[in-house]
């Protein structure tokens, strides 16, 4: 999945399509020989592989195809005397490399690849009928050919491949090093998963540093017995919570500041708001003065139309967080404050403990529910750029959460007052969170592929009847295709779960700074959590 070296080619992108059955008809017009050849002809050094039910063009790039089809694309990258200019494939020399050496990051080369293998087009004067298994298909002048195939369902996925190399590497020195839990070797996952999971895994492992602090501080505090001096103890250690919060984020801003400085990270201004109109944006489709002669002379009028762009804007997106609002107050909340109760009311701790844990697998569902339909409400809204589509994401979907994370232990705290029942959930949900998080998030994947080679292995045998042999997986790109996706719980077409990482760190960190003085050992379950996550 990383890096494609200059002295060696690394097959980074797979292409899956069905096995068929060539006819003597089909040869030269056959679609899927038809896309090898154009890949070849854009640059790509391509090989087959057959699987068990579908075939897997890999494709690699040389250094050169990516870098005209850097130059292309107008990517902007760091140079040596500290500028940001247009690469340029002529002037190779001159721009600032990867920390690992090589000259694009993972990022910059998935945009490569995407533009080159989508970018292959009909150029002839007319259309072009390609067959599939006796199926024609007309490919039209100036049509991707990839994109009609996958129309047609004959290109099932695209998905990056993993170097074995980098990856062995990375599993040695990282994964299972489990001596040196918080070292995290940032330069290798910036250079092999991209820039979002290396911020990931660098606040991570910043945060677990600095959690063993309050966590040795809290066990002392449920150990030992201070006796008289437990009044002052306790106060201590609120204000050193406080001050420690504090300084994590100061220390962590420096060190966000260096990681970007150190991979030459620009943040550009993408298209806000006032640069859209009518569902256009300026800088992809046309220039503020051809929108200004097609509106017209008339300055009434062009303001009319920004006017009500932006202010229908507005009313989309308060209807929307008006009905997730009335959803939590009307639905969820009676069921959060039902449960609350139902704990305070029961006198068993068996009871107790299997109504918490039966109410932390139903709630996930809820929670995944209304986090689909806060999906589904923002792709209504006419949000700007991806970054005021975050926000709206995070401002619905963060309130299901804490509503579902911090209602109960609120009622228990504000309402009843009884601080040893708080200090009983706050044990049993932390507990029960890792316990069952880590079940969840362990035996799910690896049942989801093991069902999927089960499939996979029973129709081969299916299709092949007399076969007594056993049936084995050969290819390593077939397995990678077979393993589930890591997508957010509440949509796949977010494009990682790193919603849901971020999402439980944050709602952790408030579980463990506002009920703190309830139960000091709360940063000790949390540091816990944190060691097993990477």
Partial sequence: MNGVGEDQIVFEIA????????????????????????????????????????????????????GRAAAKLHMKKPTRIGIDLQFEWEEVE?????????????????QCYHHLIYETVNKKNSCITLKFDG??????????????LELEGIVRQVFPLHDETKRKKLLRNWALNCWDFTNQPIDDIYAYFGTKIAVYFAFLGMYTRWMIFPAAFGLILQLVDFGSLQLLVLPAFFISIVLWAVLFFQFWKRKNSALSARWHLNFSVSTSQGYKLLGRE???????????????????????????????????????????ILSIICLQLPFE??????????????????????????????????????IRLIKYENNENTEYKA????????????????????????????????RQVLI?????????????????????????????????????KGSTGKIQFTSRVEKEYLKPTYSASICEELEDGLFDDFLELALQFGMIMMFACAFPLAFAFSALKLEQTP
């Fill in 337 to 374: 404050l039902a449960y609350a109760h139902l704990y305070e009311v029961i006198k068993s701790d068996i009871v107790k403990f299997g109504l918490t844990a039966v109410y932390l697998l139903v709630i996930q569902y809820f929670t995944k529910i209304g986090g689909k339909i806060s």
């Fill in 135 to 148: 199926k024609e298909i007309q490919w039209e002048v100036g049509e991707s050919l990839l994109r009609r």
């Fill in 15 to 66: 292409v899956v399509v069905p096995k068929r059955n060539l006819k003597e008809e089909n040869e030269g017009y056959d679609c899927v020989e038809v896309l090898v050849n154009e890949f070849r002809n854009v640059g790509f050094v391509v090989e087959r592989v057959i699987g068990l039910s579908d075939e897997f063009i890999k494709l690699a790039a040389p250094l050169e195809t990516l």
């Fill in 428 to 464: 049993q949900r932390l507990i029960l969170s890792e316990v069952l998080e880590n079940l969840l998030e362990n035996s799910l994947p690896y049942l989801k592929y093991s069902y999927k080679k089960y499939r996979a292995v029973r129709n081969k045998k299916k299709r092949e």
């Fill in 282 to 324: 300026w800088g992809s489709l046309q220039s503020p003065m051809e929108l200004t002669k097609n509106l017209g002379t008339d300055k009434t009028k062009e303001k009319e139309a920004f006017q009500k762009y932006e202010w229908f804007s507005y009313l989309k997106r308060f209807r929307n967080d008006a009905i997730i």
């Fill in 94 to 110: 001159a721009f600032v490399r990867q920390p690992d050496g090589s000259l694009f990051s993972w990022c910059e080369r998935f």
């Fill in 391 to 422: 926000d709206s994401l995070v401002y619905k979907v963060f309130g299901l959460y804490f509503m579902q994370s911090y209602i109960g232990v609120f009622y228990h705290a504000l309402l009843h007052r009884n601080f040893m029942t708080l």
